[in-house]
């Protein structure tokens, strides 16, 4: 039943999955519009919900095995939806499990260190969940669409040649290569939206007043470099999916389909560590029990020794006695059926 999911979830993602080695033209290979046979709307609600109980399963699981760490890496263009993907699909999950970190243009003190420097620093520890909306790979997307952005990076020149972002690739694949080694899983997700949605999603903005506060000029400003961010995309999914790290493009014009998507790479990331309880030694079930006897002692006249053991037996005593009630009614029902048909037979 367990493996049965996990092959039925690996079939599901396989699409989206950038296979390390190939190259990815957007436009041609990924379809923002795709939904994967799933016709409507509600049924990928029903989807998602499953998704998120899976995830919240998985998450404590995590946490208390602790020694394994996630990193959600969330791209997108504008209005791609990260922001609600991340509302929707971590709405299941303990928040004391889960560190949401956002990367804006870099602050003074972060130009003063490597590139790299305030990814590291903002890393989920083991047993946590990290989410990185924007992420290290920012560094060859806006500041290559845009070079001004290298040039206050404070590079040294031999740094900032015409191999630095072929360079760049190489880092960051062997960063998450150190970090995979070290017992932290890459989950990278990029939004792919259609030029189209992301219009009608500015105009949205603008018409709702609710929403005005979402708008903002420079997004649209941005759009007119769509092409470029398109190819700077292409280039370094191609360069960047690895076996270790691999990507999956999610198709956004759909909201719904994309947080299904995307709670479904993290449900498989979670079943491929399949983190465990920690098992409780000899030493410590004898010690327990040497304590449970101890407040045992401690109840006050009347009250059981055990309040919780008491309930548990209780509730198991009364699901028992409705399982045997229910039983008793199906045989009684079986003996009429059998009964009627033998009457029905004798009667002809
Ligand atoms: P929202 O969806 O709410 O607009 P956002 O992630 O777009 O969220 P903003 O504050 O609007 O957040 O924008 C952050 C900006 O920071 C983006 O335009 C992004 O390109 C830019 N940015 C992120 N990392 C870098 C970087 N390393 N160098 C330069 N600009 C960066
Ligand atoms: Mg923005």
């Not at 055990?306 to 509730?315: G, I, R």
Request: glycine share 6%.
């Amino acid at each position: 039943m367990g493996d049965d999911r996990a092959d039925r979830i690996a079939e599901f993602i396989e699409p989206l999955r950038v296979e390390p080695g190939s190259t990815v033209r957007l436009a041609e290979d990924f379809d923002p519009g795709f939904t994967g046979g799933i016709r409507e709307k509600k049924d990928g609600v029903e989807l998602l919900r499953s998704g998120i109980e899976q995830l919240a399963d998985y998450q404590r699981r995590l946490a208390a095995q602790d020694t394994y760490g996630v990193l959600l890496c969330l791209q997108a263009l504008d209005a791609g939806g990260k922001d609600g993907t991340i509302r929707h699909v971590m709405s299941g999950v303990n928040p004391q499990g889960v560190r949401v970190v956002g990367f804006k243009v870099p602050s003074n003190e972060e130009l003063d260190h490597d590139y790299l420097w305030r990814y590291a620093r903002n890393l989920p520890s083991r047993g946590e969940i990290g989410i990185f909306n924007r992420s290290h790979y920012e560094e060859v997307l806006v500041v290559r669409v845009h070079p001004d952005n290298l040039r206050r990076q404070k590079l040294p020149d031999a740094a900032r040649g015409p191999d630095v972002w072929q360079r760049r690739y190489r880092e960051i694949n062997d960063w998450e290569r150190y970090l995979t080694d070290n017992g932290f899983r890459f989950v990278k997700i990029f939004l792919n939206l259609s030029k189209e949605e992301q219009r009608t999603r500015f105009l949205k903005r603008i018409d709702v007043p609710e929403r005005n506060w979402k708008f903002s000029s420079a997004d649209v400003r941005e759009r007119a470099y769509w092409d470029d961010y398109q190819q700077a995309f292409s280039q370094m999914l191609s360069a960047t999916s690895t076996q270790w790290a691999p990507w999956y493009v999610v198709p956004a014009d759909h909201k719904w389909f994309a947080r299904v998507c995307t709670a479904a790479v993290l449900v498989h990331t979670l079943m491929a560590i399949n983190p465990q309880y920690p098992q409780v030694s000899e030493e410590s079930r004898r010690q327990l029990a040497e304590v449970r006897e101890e407040l045992e002692a401690e109840a006050p006249a009347g009250a059981p020794p055990d309040p919780y053991a008491a309930e548990k037996k209780d509730n198991g005593t009364k699901i028992e006695k409705s399982k045997r009630s229910k039983k008793n009614k199906k045989n009684k029902k079986d003996a009429k059926r059998k009964e009627d048909a033998k009457h029905k037979k004798t009667s002809s």
